[in-house]
Every structure is written in structure tokens, then in C-alpha cells.
């Protein structure tokens, strides 16, 4: 029997008008799990590298638990040719990929995994290779000729007559909500005039850099999963879900948890405004936070598994960017953990955890080293629970079941620890736990006679899935 509610849901899990459906009817709709070889190797790519990780993915089990794109990033073409001058294509580096991109796609291909690309909404690429601005149709239907899977599109190099009229940079503040009037560019160059209110933001040029090669890649014979890399500038969140299926919020990721490293962010400061943008993502488009630094760096173990499980809950793309060869257990034990990615990929909701309360700080209180620890979000095993300690101390953390929305303080839950994957018992008004100095307790809830959190019925969801599956078919 299909409800009110029921039927509420199929149309929300539809939202025809607002995310990107791809063509094959799946591409996208989940936040995308793969590989990228940026924080580990910069530069420092060839095929043999790629293939390496393909193999790496499939015998160390992560290919089965859903990680199945390779994706290449930026340094990949001829920087000094950038060009075919006959053809207009982007060379690749042959001293490099040796028999040209093609060729590594088809055996990435024949491992059963995908290949992702990098280019650039500007004239170069942030590392100085040939960027796609004004040539946006011939680099999509090459990378589709290609066989690529995946495009990565960074904001390097945007030319003068290519910036916006007004800044609306999400780094450029410390401490409070994002400024409208931004005369701080990371450029140097000041934007002193704030956008006038209301002023919308699909009418930048960013928007149009961006849609640009969504077009052409639309266009391009191929499904190929567009990965919008504009840091949160022009309000993306607003318009990337309607051109793309993700979007990078926030500079650069780095493997420390609080601060800046040149331009580049810790963990927590990320997670501060990711405690106030949660809204834009869902079924078919993601909110990126960046790719995973877990197993870099300085991080403590417990910061690996606070980063790994917020990221998670957050649906932002779980993309690894640490060397699988030699990897250590604890490390591909924290990247295989089921419960946390079966969150982020659950075919049912869509939505991201949300913070419920702050914790330390006052509620809704902007602080880049305390954000919002309590978080809570639906999938269809149950009510998830994240409990980060952002103090230096062990800490006694409470969920009182009141507190977290659906959840009350009458009923009788079973709560499951996503880290063991073990039942912790049933409890009735709250669950306590220690939290070691920077980790996350994350839990599972279910109500005590089995059934999910939520009065749904599985044969219901699965109807869903069909209509969802069927109807993004005829979409495009
Ligand atoms: C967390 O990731 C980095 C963290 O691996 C590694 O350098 C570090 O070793 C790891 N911590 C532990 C304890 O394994
Ligand atoms: C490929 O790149 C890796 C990592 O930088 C390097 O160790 C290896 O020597 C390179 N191989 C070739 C054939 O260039
Ligand atoms: C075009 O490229 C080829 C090969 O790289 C080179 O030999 C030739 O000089 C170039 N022609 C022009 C007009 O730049
Ligand atoms: C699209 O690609 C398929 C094979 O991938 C090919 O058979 C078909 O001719 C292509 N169509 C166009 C319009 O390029
Ligand atoms: C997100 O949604 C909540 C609830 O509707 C709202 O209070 C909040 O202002 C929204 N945040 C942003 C950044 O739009
Ligand atoms: C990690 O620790 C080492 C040794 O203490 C230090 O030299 C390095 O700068 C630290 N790296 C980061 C990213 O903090
Ligand atoms: C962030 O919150 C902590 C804990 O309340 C506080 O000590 C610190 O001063 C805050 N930072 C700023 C910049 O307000």
C-alpha cells in the first residue's frame, strides 16, 4: 500500500527538475568512490602507476566495496605542446602514457573499474597544462573517444574578462559567516562591491565556465561523471546540482586536523562550514569536501577514522588519495568500513548527516577548530549516529535519543558500533560511550523488534528504486 508519506518520498527521491539524471540512469546518483593520484603523487604520474592501483583496488577488496574509479589528476598532457596543432586536441605526455590515454582507459576498462580525468574551467591548469576554457566541446568529445568516465574540472587560471562581478569566495573570512562583501581576494585583487542582495548566482561567469562544459559533456556520446573542482566560489552550492553531480565547497584539503598549510585546510575548519552547507545535496548531486587524506600525513589514527566517517556522513565522494601499495592495515581497515560507506552510498536516502548540536560551542556557532560534533542522518539500516570529540581529552559522549530527529526517548533502540560492526546492547532515553581525543563514535540505530528506524518497508523501497531507474531512462 503506497502512502501519502510513500508517495511524498518517491517525489522527493525524484527531484527531476533540480539534480543532474544521467542518461544510464545511475551515474551520479550516489556521491562517486574511486581513487585520484593528487595528494600522493602530484606530478609524478605515468600509466604504470594507474594500473598499478586498478589491480591494487581489486585484490585488496576496495573495488567490491564500491571504489571503482581511477582517477587521473592534473600533469597528465604535454605541457610545452598542450596542443595538436593540426587537430586542436590535448596532447598527452607520451613520455608518460606511452600509447596515449586511450589505451589506458581500455585497461583500466578490462579490470572492470573506470577512468577519470582532470582538466580546467581556465586557460591552464592550476599546475600550467593546457586548461578546456573556449574549447570545451573538443576536450569532452575527446575524452569521451577516449573512454573516460569520470571529469575532475578545476578553477586555475580563469582569465580577466572570465571573473566574476562580484566574490563570493567561501576561505575568504576567518571565524564568522561567510562575508558578502569580500575585499580580501586570495589574488590580491579586491572586489570591494558586494552582490547585490538576492543577486543570482547562475548569472555569474562561473556559472557559465561551468555549464559550458557540462553541455558539451552532455552532449559528448558517453555518461561520463562531472566533478565541478570551484571551491565553493559563486555560491555553487546553488546552482552545481543542476549542472554536475558534485562540487568541491572549500579550498584544498591538507593532512592536519586544524589550520591552514599554505592554502590548503585542515580538517576541522572544513567540517565548520560543512556544518552549515548541507542542504544542496542529495540523489544525483554531492557537495565535495575533497578527497580523503586518510592514511597522510600527521594525522593520529583516531583523526583517520574521525575523517573517514564525517566525510562519509557528509556524502561528500569518498576518493582516496593514499598509496595503496604498502598500505597499512588499520588504514584499509578504516577505508572498507561497511556500515560508514553503506551510509554514504545508501540507494534509499539520499540526504547527508546534519549536525543536531554543537557540543562544545553553542549551537550554529562558526569556530574552525570546534564545529558541530553531534551529527545525525537516515539511511535504510537504521538512525546514524556521529559523535566527534573535537577536545584534546578522552571525553564521556551522550546521545540522548530525544535529541536526534527521529529518534525518542520512550522507545526501547538497538545500537550498533559502525567501527566493530558489533551490537552494543538496547537502550532506552540515551547511549554512552568514551571518545578518545579527535575521534567519532558513529552508531547505528534500529528500533528493538528489528525494524528500521523508519516505517518504511523494504519491498516499498525497492519499488522505488525501480520507478527512480525507469524514469531517469526516459529522461534523457
Ligand atoms: C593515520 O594516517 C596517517 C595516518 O596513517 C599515517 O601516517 C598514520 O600512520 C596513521 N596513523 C596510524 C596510527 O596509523
Ligand atoms: C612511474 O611513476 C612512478 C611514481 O612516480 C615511478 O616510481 C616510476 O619509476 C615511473 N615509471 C615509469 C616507467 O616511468
Ligand atoms: C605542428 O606540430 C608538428 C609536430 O609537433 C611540428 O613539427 C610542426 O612544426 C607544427 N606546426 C606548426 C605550424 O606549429
Ligand atoms: C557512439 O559510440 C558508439 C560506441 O561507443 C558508436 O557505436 C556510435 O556510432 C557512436 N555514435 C556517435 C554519434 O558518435
Ligand atoms: C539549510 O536548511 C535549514 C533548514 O531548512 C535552514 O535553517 C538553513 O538556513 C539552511 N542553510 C543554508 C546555508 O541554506
Ligand atoms: C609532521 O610531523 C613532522 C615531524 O614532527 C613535521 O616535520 C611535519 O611538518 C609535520 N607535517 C605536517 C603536515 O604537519
Ligand atoms: C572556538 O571554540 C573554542 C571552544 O569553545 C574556543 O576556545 C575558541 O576560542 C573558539 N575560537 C574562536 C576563534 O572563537
Given at each position: 500500500m503506497v502512502t501519502t508519506r510513500s508517495a511524498l518520498l518517491v517525489l522527493a527521491l525524484l527531484r527531476p527538475s533540480f539534480g543532474l539524471v544521467s542518461r544510464d540512469g545511475h551515474t551520479g546518483r550516489l556521491p562517486a568512490m574511486g581513487w585520484n593520484s593528487w595528494n600522493e603523487y602530484e606530478c609524478a604520474i605515468n600509466e604504470t602507476v594507474f594500473l598499478m592501483v586498478g589491480e591494487l583496488l581489486g585484490s585488496l577488496g576496495l573495488k567490491d566495496l564500491g571504489y571503482n574509479y581511477v582517477n587521473i589528476d592534473d600533469c597528465w598532457s604535454d605541457k610545452d605542446k598542450k596542443r595538436d596543432n593540426v587537430t586542436g586536441k590535448i596532447l598527452p605526455d607520451?613520455?608518460?602514457?606511452?600509447e596515449g590515454i586511450k589505451h589506458t582507459a581500455d585497461e583500466i576498462h578490462k579490470l572492470g573499474l573506470k577512468l577519470g580525468i582532470y582538466s580546467d574551467a581556465g586557460s591552464l591548469t592550476c599546475g600550467g597544462f593546457a586548461g578546456s576554457l573556449g574549447h570545451e566541446e573538443l576536450d569532452a568529445k575527446t575524452f569521451a573517444e577516449w573512454g573516460i568516465d569520470y571529469l575532475k574540472y578545476d578553477n586555475c587560471n580563469v582569465p580577466d574578462t572570465s571573473d566574476d562581478d562580484y566574490r563570493w569566495w567561501p576561505e575568504n573570512w576567518l571565524g564568522g559567516p561567510p562575508a558578502e562583501d569580500q575585499t580580501l581576494g586570495?589574488?590580491?585583487e579586491a572586489k570591494p562591491v558586494p552582490a547585490p542582495a538576492g543577486y543570482?548566482?547562475?548569472t555569474s561567469k562561473s556559472f557559465d565556465r561551468y555549464k559550458i562544459m557540462s553541455d558539451a559533456l552532455l552532449a559528448s556520446n558517453r555518461t561520463i561523471e562531472y566533478s565541478q573542482c570551484a571551491w565553493g566560489h559563486a555560491h555553487i552550492e546553488e546552482w552545481g546540482n543542476s549542472i554536475g553531480h558534485s562540487w568541491?565547497?572549500?579550498?584544498?584539503?591538507?593532512?592536519?586536523?586544524?589550520?591552514?598549510v599554505q592554502w590548503s585546510w585542515g580538517l576541522m575548519p572544513i567540517l565548520n562550514h560543512a556544518s552549515f552547507f548541507y542542504n544542496s545535496s542529495n540523489f544525483w548531486g554531492h557537495a565535495d569536501w575533497d578527497m580523503l587524506e586518510v592514511g597522510n600525513g600527521n594525522l593520529t589514527i583516531e583523526e583517520n577514522r574521525s575523517h573517514f566517517a564525517l566525510w562519509a556522513a557528509l556524502k561528500s565522494p569518498l576518493i582516496i588519495g593514499t598509496p595503496l601499495d604498502g598500505i597499512k592495515p588499520e588504514i584499509l581497515g578504516i577505508l572498507s568500513n561497511k556500515d560508514l560507506i553503506a551510509f554514504n552510498q545508501d540507494p534509499i536516502f539520499g540526504a547527508p548527516a546534519k549536525p543536531y548540536k554543537w557540543g562544545i560551542n553553542p549551537d550554529l556557532t562558526w569556530n574552525q577548530t570546534h564545529p558541530a560534533e553531534y551529527w545525525s542522518g537516515k539511511s535504510s539500516k537504521g538512525v546514524h549516529v556521529f559523535a566527534l570529540n573535537t577536545?584534546?581529552?578522552?571525553?564521556?559522549?551522550?546521545?540522548?535519543?530525544?535529541?536526534?530527529?527521529?529518534?525518542?526517548?520512550?522507545t526501547t533502540y538497538v545500537v550498533h558500533d559502525s567501527w566493530t560492526g558489533k551490537k552494543q546492547g538496547v537502550f532506552k532515553k540515551k547511549y554512552e560511550a568514551r571518545v578518545k581525543r579527535h575521534d567519532t563514535m558513529a552508531i547505528r540505530i534500529v528500533k528493538e523488534d528489528g525494524m528500521f528506524a523508519t516505517?518504511?518497508?523494504?519491498?516499498?523501497?525497492?519499488?522505488?528504486i525501480i520507478v527512480l531507474n525507469a524514469f531517469a531512462d526516459v529522461c534523457r
Open positions: 607520451y613520455t608518460k602514457f606511452p586570495g589574488d590580491g543570482d548566482w547562475t568541491r565547497m572549500w579550498g584544498d584539503i591538507y593532512p592536519v586536523w586544524a589550520g591552514k577536545l584534546d581529552t578522552t571525553q564521556k559522549k551522550t546521545i540522548e535519543f530525544a535529541e536526534v530527529p527521529g529518534l525518542d526517548a520512550k516505517s518504511l518497508h523494504a519491498e516499498l523501497w525497492g519499488l522505488v
